[in-house]
């Protein structure tokens, strides 16, 4: 089943061999990139160090490549979001002697599908660098194009993303590796085999084995077609969010053709000239509405990136544009000065249930205000365990047990 399911991921990346081990998607990053090491010492071509990483990267990428002994340099956008070429073909020319490969995620973390992809591809060639192309959207892709195809040497595929496995809670992930015919010597080996544990990134050889045939049942069970559609549904749902918040919020980037790909980045930083809230304050306020905030400020500051995927259906996509119109309505009430900046639904979110039944209640808007901000709140409300936290004190502050100080 384990072959099989090697064989299936394979051909879904369009590459000749993958490796299972590696337990999440960083792990498959480093995984991928000590593989390309291996092949250019095979190759003589150890001193090759460079590894251009475009700025939309995600954070994993340029720790990987330190991770692998790599020196990443950064490639910088243009002003819609994509890989600025002029940038990339300076850096390329610049490094082309040490370049080692090129970390592009595809479609980017902007959301786009970006249209220069296999020229990137080329020029890596070109300069004897390798490809590796960051699977993690891989959901966007299934059954219409493959890293295979757009030219790139070795990708990972998050099997906790884009293949079912649950994702959230801390694991246990899946972050395979997939490559092309020249680095399949160079995958993992055996982790206890002897007298050699070459490039193993596991105890187990098989990494987290226990939860490969969730992927193995769901793409058997979805065939070639229903992977397909699956892939159509993920990057429908985004363009309808797309549309649907376009003129509350406004979508930071879009594609060539005007569409987003699997994602979008809600714009937040023209409410908050306007009325003083932050964009994490509308994270914490989502709370209130029963959703778990979205990536916060991330891959663009003052924003949220928001991913429906293929899994939510048009009622539940219809909720969040309803939570976030009413979210945005709450903006606009401070920003008109019924509200003061101190005291409002959204500096205070979120509002756990012993603030809201507590015998003393010291705000101006009303506990129902608080709590049941739509009817569909109020019918089946989850509470939030605790109000607001310090974020940064808590990022600076490692503690270590959950015990009552
Ligand atoms: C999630 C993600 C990763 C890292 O995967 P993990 O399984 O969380 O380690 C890498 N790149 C991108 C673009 C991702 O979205």
Not at 201 to 209: I, L, M
Not at 303 to 324: I, K, N, W
């Amino acid at each position: 089943m384990i072959d099989e399911l090697e064989e299936m991921l394979a051909e879904i990346t369009g590459f000749a061999a993958t490796s299972l081990q590696p337990n999440s998607g960083a792990a498959g990053e480093y995984t991928g990139l000590i593989t390309i090491a291996s092949y250019l010492e095979s190759k003589d071509q150890r001193h090759r160090k460079v590894v251009l990483i475009p700025a939309s990267a995600h954070g994993t990428n340029p720790a990987s490549a330190v991770q692998a002994g790599f020196k990443p340099v950064t490639v910088a956008s243009d002003a819609k979001g994509n890989v600025d070429m002029d940038d990339l073909r300076s850096k390329v020319e610049q490094y082309k002697d040490d370049l080692a490969a090129y970390m592009i995620t595809y479609p980017s973390t902007h959301g786009i599908f970006e249209t220069e992809i296999k020229e990137m591809c080329r020029l890596i060639h070109e300069a004897g660098g390798q490809v590796y192309m960051d699977g993690a959207n891989m959901n966007a892709q299934v059954g219409f194009t493959n890293p295979g195809t757009i030219g790139a040497d070795v990708c990972h595929l998050n099997l906790h993303k884009t293949f079912a496995i649950p994702h959230g809670g801390g694991g246990p992930g899946v972050g395979p590796v997939c490559v092309a015919e020249h680095l399949v010597p160079f995958l993992p080996g055996h982790p206890v085999s002897l007298p050699t544990d070459k490039n193993s990134v596991s105890a187990a050889a098989y990494g987290s084995a226990g939860v490969l045939e969730i992927t193995y049942a769901y793409i058997r069970m979805m065939g070639a077609d229903g992977l397909r559609e699956a892939t159509e549904a993920a990057i429908l749902n985004a363009n309808y969010l797309a549309e649907k918040l376009n003129d509350i919020y406004g979508i930071v980037y879009r594609g060539a053709n005007g569409r987003v790909g699997h994602e979008l980045i809600l714009e937040c930083r023209g409410l908050k000239e306007v009325s003083g809230i932050t964009e994490t304050d509308i994270a914490k306020r989502m709370i209130d509405y029963g959703y778990h905030a979205p990536t916060l400020s991330f891959p663009v500051h003052g924003t949220l990136m928001v991913e429906p995927t293929e899994s939510e259906c048009l009622v539940e996509l219809d909720r969040f544009v309803d939570t976030m119109n009413q979210i945005h309505q709450e903006i606009i009430e401070v920003s008109r000065g019924e509200y003061s900046p101190e005291d409002n639904v959204l500096v205070n979110a979120p509002h756990p249930e012993y603030e809201v039944v507590g015998d003393e209640w010291n705000h101006a808007y009303p506990r129902s205000k608080a709590a049941y901000p739509l009817p569909f709140v109020a019918e089946n409300k989850f509470w939030v365990n605790v109000a607001r936290i310090d974020n940064a004190y808590g990022d600076r502050n490692l503690v270590s047990c959950l015990c009552q100080m």
